[in-house]
């Protein structure tokens, strides 16, 4: 079959008018409709992040493909992309925007970037708020020239690799193709199961958590996704990730992000100390957890469960602020969710919170020994942390363990001081036994 969009003769006679005019046809890719001409760009980045999200709402692949420069479009405005994406690339940036829920563009703080607020769909409803570059302007309009990750900002994962999606209703994985997908994807349900199985009435939210899992597909990709250097995360299995870095000006005044969690967790909102202490406060943006694709790669099943449950206890608990010198609890209560998926961890742990006993009993870590340049010290605090919280389950009714805990994460002055107490003589018990 011939090529559909070789010029013959009268083809070639409306290509040369086209050209004449400032404009020039094109195939666009996967479809072989002409592409917009120049002309017809939107006048401004506004203007532009307004038909990007149309494009995308009404899978508008030809619309979509419009919206990129092409040499006669450059030519045409005056403006030329630095890199502008190829046929594959789009082809990806479109495969992975139809995996996502609603997508809504809008202007950046640079004008070569667009701001971006996506949902799955389902398990966290908020959109997640980031930025993406590859916009160039010119005297005749906007174009882009690529979705791509902003150096220094945190990138969501579509606009970095190609993606597969796993979902459940609760528990979303988007991962590379491959084995990977069908690793996690049970691994998160089973993380959002041992939370629910923990009872934590008073801490988690009002509505049923759901989970948000990225996994990245190497390191390059990890890094492009934390916006940062992740060496410093070389340690860290899995981060909790507050989305928003690329919110709106416009948007409500975003409430203080969950503490900096380490196992490894983190917020990539700038705030982390709480404005008050109790009540359910929503986060600014999805929280979604991001794998470590480097520290995760030799972990077994059991291990790899083990860290998406401690990391569904943050999500659960992103919008219940964490009282100062109160990490400890955060972190032993996501202990508790997780150990019990790993009897050869909680063993370690079990020791480890064993050679930390001092005369006077197990002492609570400081909120900075779970942000320390020394891992074996940081496993110990949440061994510690643990233990602690293990012990007041173990001493109290049901009840008034979960009353307790809930003092103890909200810092309650009236009732913090005789629980710490309680908590000294009982873990000095345990050191000598």
Known sequence: MADRCAPGAQALRALVAALLAGAVAACAPGGGAPRTPAPDLPA?????AARLTQVVAARDRAGFDALFWTPSSATATGAAPTAAAPTGRRDILWANLGLLGSVRFAPGPATDQLRVGWTTGTADPRSAWQLVGGVACGAAGCALDDLRAVAGEPAPLWAVQTLTRQDDGRAVVLVGPGDAAAVWAPLARQGLDAVDATGLSGLTGPTPVGLVVEVPATAAAFQAVLGTDAAGFAQTGALTWTEDTGLPPAAPPAPPAPPAFDSGSASSSASAAPVSVGGWTPPSAAVHIVVNPTATAGLSDAQKAMLLAHEALHVATAGRPVADGAD?????????????????TADWSRQAARAACGPSGL????DAAFAGADPDARRTAYAVSWQLLTLLRAHEDPGRAQADLVSLWEGEPGVVPGVLANLAAWSQAWCQG
Not at 363 to 366: D, I, S, W, Y
């Open 328 to 344: 400890w609890v955060s972190e032993g209560t996501a202990e508790l969710v997780a150990l019990p998926l790993d009897a050869a």
């Open 363 to 366: 002492t609570p870590p400081p």
């Open 44 to 48: 401004d980045q506004a203007s532009l």
